[in-house]
């Protein structure tokens, strides 16, 4: 196999173990205890630190801070590690972090998880293959992910929750309990409260614009959105409600968020 190539700019520190193929992007800093697999890839900017070791083909991407302490006041510097498998690909700004020795020392990442950008995975975690955690996505401390796991994007889930094999959590859930193998997850979801008082305010609405939209508002509660507003754009309106009501018929394939 091909020599690693490393960029001259990169820091490894004496101690470091880079396998062979693996490259080295500009401005990496790797730490003396790390151990990088053969052919794997780290682009700019990427920091690895503590006793961690990275499989084999695993591409990480800039801004990532791989192996630093644990976000966890009982972690007093002792030794733990943390273990990312094969074949990953860590995006931009993803944390992952080590054990705590209360936790059994050890983080353990398997194989071709996909992590994207600033997703988060904390002490003594355990992630099966193949995992995917979208865009923000935090697990906290003592968490087990089983294999094919799918959190989804700016989800949460608490510390010591297990989620079963091939299970979802849909975007912008908090996970609380255990989740089943093969189950579907899905928070509580926004709805339409109200106007945005302060805003109007700002941007100068009058208070007869103000009722217009109370009134418009109340009108589209409890029916048909497009068809109450198809009849109300048939009769005289205010500015702000004709704004209101173009964007309610113009096209989208999407439903609406109805006043509650």
Known sequence: MAEAGIHPSA?????????????????????????????AVL???VAISGDTSIGEGTEIFPFASIGAAPQDLKFQ??????????????????????????GGGLTRIGDEGLFMAGAHVAHD??????????NNASVAGHCVLED????GGLSGVHQFVR?????MIGAVTMVTADVIPHGLVQGPRGHLDGLNLVGLKRRGASRADIAALRDLLGA???????E??????SGPVSEMEREVLDFILGPSDRSFLAPQ
């Not at 943390?82 to 209360?102: D, F, H, K, Q, W």
């Not at 989620?163 to 299970?167: K, L, P, S």
């Not at 589209?220 to 497009?226: C, K, Q, V």
């Not at 109450?228 to 754009?233: G, H, I, L, P, V």
């Open 77 to 102: 510097g002792e030794d733990t590690r943390l273990e990312i498998g094969a074949r990953n690909r860590i995006r931009e700004y993803v944390t992952m972090n080590p054990g705590t020795e209360g």
């Open 163 to 167: 989620i079963g094999r091939g299970a």
């Open 148 to 151: 094919e796991v799918i959190v």
């Open 125 to 134: 975690c355990m992630i099966g293959d193949r995992v995917i955690l979208v």
């Open 11 to 39: 820091v490894i520190e004496p101690g470091a173990e880079i396998g062979p193929g693996a490259l080295i992007g500009p401005f990496c800093v790797i730490g003396p205890k790390v151990r990088i697999g053969a052919g």
């Open 43 to 45: 682009h700019s900017h």
């Open 228 to 233: 109450t507003a198809r009849s109300r754009a």
């Open 220 to 226: 589209l509660r409890g029916g048909s959105l497009r």
